[in-house]
């Protein structure tokens, strides 16, 4: 088979985050077959594939399209050496309609002036001629995500692509719009051109996909034909067997249930549920892990509990108050506490210094202030506090914090949310791209909050992280829970099960969509 | 209500139109010619203007500036011509290009050196406010107005066909050629954005800034070339004030109604075909502000109904805002009802099962 | 800490002393157009703008040497030198408004919302003041009995003069609060961008102004320009320099009351609310980052509406204290002179800064007033204008400047990389 795709040795750091986003990457694409890349969030597949398609320029390594070598330094000339990308945030023009979003920038004109009925025509043709019908005079904004993502298709194969690109396809799409995308898929393929698949819903790559290339933090693991690799498999490959340094903890004393989240309703982007149904319960003193491969709705559902998403159906009660639509700071009146998945712009304030910092969950109560004025003194010592207690090194009362590397801004924001001995403390990913020291002193801090009485929720990628802190498992797919196991009879095996959207009395995977 | 509004939003759009429509017939045959005549004049910067607001911020940037370009045009206009002497058009296209450059000036200081949109605007205006009258003080030696005989103002034209039809000819024949060029450029500027390649690609880059990218469009060219172009709108709409009216240049004569004009292409919802009606409304409550101070007998206050069109301007604006958030709260409850539901069965299934 | 802190002050005051330079020296070239010398136009300008009397050279600024009757000199420190007046006294007449403006903008700015409606709540909080103060005391004359003002008795009068004014403000800084509340609720309740309502708003004010002015308020005294009734002597706020201070030469020819110190009260009160109130840090914080202030738990859009508030209750101060301290009457012109729109360039200028406004207002005030007296010699007061604009550009080309330091420094940075490194080993080591 000759290669449509090749990349060799190619090597991208972004210093400005300090990330190794790929790592010698070795990728061999056939013409003509269906290419899952798989891997979690930041693994590296948006940015490998980001590479090919010439929005980012490595610094290292070498492409071949087609056995020729090639520079692909702008997305126009990936464009002409017959690469397509669609995005998975479609770049569509809302008022626009199909025909002139497809033919934007290589539109039919005489003397400047565009023809809109050859315009039209000629999509209609192109759409005929791949069996993918549209009605070329109908607005985007009118037409649903699934043939939006089909207009997207179209555009590239106008542009004549022999290789497309799908970054993230179904990640908006409704059971039965999935099903006739992977009938589109399937027949481009037929019909000779390449497809790269970028996804981490492993189930999709089972259906699809001919090969399958596995990455993780940066590097390629492996490139398998999809019929030899289990799901399983894939998800092992995909989160890793790293031994994280084992967490010394006693068995959990779980007392009253301090959260409880009933029948959840999340809306997602493009008006799908993020959380269908999930119901779900946090008792004192014990740590609550959510695991599930990234965005099958674990961070909609934190969301929801934490009051940054509003929740459209069901409900969650705290410390038996109803908090399913209270604001964010009653739900922290109330005991809640919650280490965001984004520090960087939710958890911190980059362009205020270390004080201004700390004070955000706590500037309305004495000693911090005091009949509406903030008292300084009280809120220096609260940071002189954490900056002590959690080890925040060359981090000074008053100073700017956008200096501070990663680890010790998460120590930040560990210090803020875990003061006090909060009853319920919500943490997501609360490791991501921490050093080795960093990620155990954060699990110790975790431990010991849950030994002081906190009720923990856990959501975490690492699938060792979740096991080695959890007192309890919930395994979450598709927006739904599939599954609590305790931490005593939890294995791997049957959590890998579980997030690939299987269930454990039967054997294969199955598909209970509504 | 919210589901009434939303189901009808297009009735309803099209029940104002008609309405708006015959309205304005109404009004241009019932209302004394010197009304209707006055309105269309006083329309005119206003057309202009607002479609110089509009070409820019259908390229997806706010111009500010229109004031500072519109009194720049209307000077330039007057010193080419007191100084030449030539024919009053040269003066329209003399302002025009100074509008245009001034267009240029803006977007190189906004795209290339990233100075902030609105300070940028505020600075061109005070500049062009008082470079003005700087220039007009220490170059002609002129005191609050700038006037000479010497300046032509531009000629009234009579149109072939129209000046025989009895009622038409003295509501649509006999202005000056800058009422004419508004109504032009309210066609072309259509045309350009909507039937041409270049107006495709400004709406695209103003309305998905990414889109436009991911298909190679040279985003910052397209909005170079918008901004000139609105610019040069500005410029004539300018002129017009200069050597339209009384062929003479006064401080600060724009008064104020370059940001009127945005307000105008705010209120037309970026349309062309509404900016010309949206400008001859705010023209005729000008007018009838100027008919009644020159009326002793009628008590209406004149100066409140100049503060009516903005009044309505803001209102529409208001009501856009209100549709679109019933819009949102309305996709919500449908999402509850329709996936509670779906959830609801879903658990009585199981229940049943078991 | 302190020696970072004084680096970010000097870094903060580079690049506007640095605008202010290059300012004036771009606007050099509209000097040499007018034929002028533009050294005798800038020390002319200074001279003016923040002299004392006699003030003709740039040394003058600072020490002025004086001939005294007896044929001697005397050499005096300029700012308190001021026989038959100092133009500082002028330039603190005109700053006290642009001080209460600018700060109704930063207010604004600081919670995020880009209001320029100053003008708008300024001239309806003018208005308030004028009516106020007219028809306020003849109520109170009317209630009291007494047939005209100069017939009551004293001990109502000196009650009155305490009274009348601060109704006159309280009310002018509530009609300013509530007409920017406007454009805050429907910024906070419906995402109506508060730029372009507030344009909106302030045309509607002008055009309702000039009818008060032209109308309803219009003096019945028959002159031909529309102006209202001077407002009653118990609602004036003397200056200072009329009654409790004749004497003082230093304040010749400017009318410098107690404006001034509201303006540097509203200051202090300003600067201890946006940095050490619970409210200030509140709108500081939806200001930098609406995602972490909802993380946080604050309640933006309230903090949003109290900035919106606070801002239009300044510029109604404004104009309330513009009216009651300096004009006692208002013009048909007033609505539309733009003192509002001066405060928004001095709060841009000041980039925010509570000090810097201060410093700013009082430069720009100067720099009018130079500006307006250089008429007399040949060149126009636009000179001014044109100088405050170029300062303005400059000002706002932060960004570009910085890159390009940055980028000289980066081809300067490798050559010396190359060339050094053993010393930077050996320095390490």
């Avoid at chain 1, 934490?306 to 705290?318: H, K, T």
């Avoid at chain 2, 609105?230 to 003479?248: E, H, K």
């Avoid at chain 3, 002393?17 to 050099?28: C, N, Y």
């Avoid at chain 3, 400059?394 to 940055?406: G, K, P, Q, V, Y």
Wanted: net charge neutral; charged share 15%; aromatic share 8%.
């Amino acid at each position: 088979m000759p290669k449509a795709v090749e990349m060799r040795h190619i090597r991208k750091f972004f210093p400005s985050s300090g990330v190794l986003a790929c790592d010698d990457v070795n990728l061999s694409v056939e013409k003509g077959e269906i290419h899952a890349i798989v891997g979690e969030n930041g693994a590296g597949k948006t940015t490998l594939m980001s590479i090919l398609y010439g929005l980012v320029q490595p610094d290292e390594g070498q492409i071949l399209i087609d056995e020729k070598p090639v520079r692909i330094s702008h997305p126009n000339e990936a464009i002409h050496s017959g690469i397509g990308m669609v995005h998975q945030h479609f770049k569509l023009v809302p008022s626009f309609t199909i025909a002139e979003n497809i033919m934007l920038g290589i539109e039919p004109n005489k003397a400047g002036f565009i023809n809109s009925t050859t315009e039209a025509e000629t999509v209609r043709k192109l759409a005929d001629s791949f069996g993918l019908p549209i009605n070329p005079n109908a607005r985007i904004a009118d037409i649903s995500v699934g043939m939006q993502q089909r207009v997207e298709i179209l555009k590239t194969l106008q542009r004549n692509a022999q290789i497309l690109i799908l970054d993230e396809p179904t990640a908006v799409l409704t059971p039965q719009e999935v099903h006739e995308l992977y009938n589109v898929i399937r027949k481009l393929a037929q019909g000779g051109r390449t497809i790269l698949l970028i996804t981490h819903k492993l189930l999709e790559v089972k259906d699809v996909a001919d090969r399958v290339s596995v990455m993780r933090r940066g590097r390629l693991i492996g490139t398998h034909n999809v019929a030899d690799v289990s799901i399983r498999d894939m998800a092992n490959m995909m989160v890793g067997r790293e031994v994280i340094l084992q967490v010394e903890k006693k068995p959990a004393q779980p007392g009253d249930i301090v959260l409880k989240a009933e029948n959840l309703l999340v809306a997602g982007s493009g008006g799908v549920p993020a959380v269908f149904g999930a119901t779900l319960e946090v008792r004192a003193g014990e740590i609550v892990g959510i695991a599930g491969v990234s965005g099958n709705g674990q961070t909609e559902f934190i969301e929801a509990i934490a009051g940054m998403r509003p929740v459209e159906g069901g409900n969650i009660s705290l410390l038996g108050t109803d908090i399913t639509h209270r604001k964010v700071r009653d739900r922290r009146n109330t005991g809640m506490a919650h280490i965001p998945e984004d520090r960087m712009t939710m958890g911190l304030n980059l362009l205020t210094n270390l004080d201004e910092n700390v004070a955000v969950t706590r500037y309305q109560e004495e000693p911090y202030s005091k009949a509406g004025f903030l008292q300084f003194s009280a809120i220096r010592s609260f940071a002189q506090k954490i900056i002590k207690d959690y080890q925040v090194k060359s981090a000074r009362v008053g100073e700017e914090i956008k200096t501070l590397s990663g680890g010790n801004l998460q120590k930040v924001v560990l210090g803020r949310e875990l003061d006090g001995n909060p009853k319920f403390i919500i943490a997501n990913q609360p490791t991501r791209g921490l050093d080795v020291g960093s990620i155990e002193f954060v699990h110790k801090t975790l431990v010991e909050a849950r030994d002081k009485g906190s009720a923990i929720l856990l959501v975490s990628v690492e699938l060792d992280e979740i096991l080695s802190l959890s007192d309890r498992i919930i395994v979450m797919f598709d927006g739904r829970i599939m599954g609590v196991l305790d931490i005593k009879d939890a294995n791997e095996q049957d959590i890998g099960i579980l997030m690939a959207g299987g269930s454990l009395e039967k054997d294969h995977p199955a598909q209970e969509k509504a | 209500m919210i589901d009434f509004l939303t189901n009808n939003a297009r009735k309803i759009r099209l029940t104002l139109i008609i309405a708006g429509i015959l309205i304005g017939l109404l009004l241009f045959i019932g209302l004394p010619v010197i009304l209707v005549q006055s309105s269309i004049r006083l329309a005119t910067p206003y057309i202009l203007g607002a479609l110089a607001a509009m070409v820019a911020s259908r390229a997806g940037v706010l111009n500010l500036a229109i004031d500072g370009k519109m009194l720049l045009g209307a000077f330039i206009a007057v010193v080419v011509l007191y100084k030449t002497g030539y024919n009053p058009i040269v003066g329209v296209v003399a302002a025009s290009i100074s509008g245009g450059m001034l267009g240029l000036v803006f977007a190189v200081l906004y795209l290339r050196i990233k100075i902030n949109l609105i300070i940028l605007a505020i600075a061109l205006n005070l500049f062009v406010a008082n470079a003005t009258v700087f220039f007009m003080r220490v170059s002609f030696g002129a005191f609050g107005t700038l006037a000479d005989p010497s300046i032509s103002g531009l000629p009234t034209i009579q149109l072939p066909i129209i000046s025989s039809i009895p009622i038409l000819n003295e509501r649509l024949s006999g202005y000056n050629i800058v009422v004419y060029i508004g109504w032009v450029m309210i066609a072309v500027v259509w045309l350009i954005l909507f039937r041409t390649r270049f107006g495709r690609h400004i709406r695209a880059v103003g309305e998905n800034r990414e889109a436009a990218e991911s298909v190679g469009i040279n985003v910052t060219l397209v909005q170079v070339f918008a901004l000139t172009l609105s610019g040069a709108l500005a410029g004539i709409a300018g002129s017009f004030l200069s050597i339209g009216v009384l062929s003479q240049f006064v401080e600060n004569m724009t008064a104020g109604r370059g940001w009127t004009a945005i307000t105008v292409s705010l209120f037309a919802f970026q349309q062309p075909i509404a900016a010309f009606f949206t400008s001859l409304f705010f023209g005729l409550s000008e007018a009838i502000s100027l008919y009644l101070q020159g009326q002793p007998g009628i008590n209406i206050p004149p100066d409140l109904l100049l503060a009516a069109p903005q009044v309505a301007a803001l209102i529409a604006l208001v009501l856009v805002a209100v549709r679109i958030r019933a819009a949102e709260l309305l996709k919500r409850r449908n999402f509850a009802t329709h996936f509670g539901q779906e959830l609801a069965n879903l658990k009585r299934a199981v229940l049943e099962r078991n | 800490m302190i020696i970072n802190r004084l680096r970010r002050l000097v870094e903060n005051i580079t690049i506007p002393v640095l605008a202010v330079i290059l300012g004036l020296l771009a606007s050099v070239f509209f000097v040499a157009l007018a034929n002028a010398d533009p050294i005798q136009t800038y020390r002319n300008l200074f001279c003016e703008g923040f002299g004392p009397q006699g003030c003709e050279t740039f040394s003058d600024l600072v020490i002025i040497r004086v001939e005294q009757e007896d044929g001697t000199s005397q050499s005096f420190f300029s700012p308190f030198y001021g026989e038959n007046g100092h133009s500082l006294a002028i330039v603190i007449e005109r700053a006290t408004i642009l001080i209460l403006t600018a700060l109704s903008a930063t207010v604004a700015f600081k919670a995020g919302m880009f209001s320029i409606g100053m003008d708008g709540q300024l001239v309806l909080g003018a208005l308030t003041a004028v009516f106020l103060g007219v028809w306020l005391p003849k109520q109170i004359y009317a209630l009291a009995g007494v047939p005209d003002a100069d017939s009551a008795p004293e001990a109502l009068r000196t009650i009155m003069h305490l009274i009348v004014p601060l109704i006159c403000i309280l009310a002018a800084m509530t009609v300013g609060a509530f007409y920017s509340w406007i454009a805050g609720f429907l910024k906070v309740k419906l995402n109506v961008n508060e730029l372009i309502s507030t344009i909106i708003l302030n045309s509607i004010a002008t055009q309702v102004a000039i009818w008060l002015i032209a109308f309803p308020l219009r003096s019945p005294d028959p002159n031909s320009t529309p102006r209202t009734d001077r407002i009653d002597d118990t609602a004036w706020l003397i200056p200072f320099n009329r009654v409790l201070l004749p004497d003082v030469e230093w304040l010749e020819g400017a009318r410098v009351g107690i404006g001034i110190v509201f303006a540097l009260i509203a200051l202090v009160v300003i600067g201890i609310y946006l940095y050490r109130t619970t409210a200030g840090y509140e709108q500081r914080m939806t200001r930098g980052s609406r995602l972490f202030a909802r993380f946080g738990g604050i309640p933006s859009d309230r903090a949003a509406i109290r900035a919106m508030l606070i801002s239009g209750a300044l510029s109604g101060l404004a104009g309330a204290i513009q009216i009651l301290g300096v004009d006692r009457r208002v013009v048909g012109e007033f609505a539309s002179v733009g003192y509002g729109f001066d405060g928004v360039l001095v709060a841009i200028l000041a980039r925010e800064s509570i000090a810097g406004i201060l410093l700013v207002a009082c430069f720009y005030a100067g720099l009018q007033q130079g500006a307006t007296n250089l008429q007399f010699g040949n060149l126009p007061r636009q000179l001014g204008g044109i100088i405050i604009a170029f300062i303005i550009l400059f000002n706002s080309m932060e960004n570009f400047f910085r890159s390009n330091i940055a980028r000289l420094q980066s081809r300067i940075r490798p050559n010396r990389g190359q060339a050094a490194p053993e010393s930077a080993s050996g320095a390490t080591s």
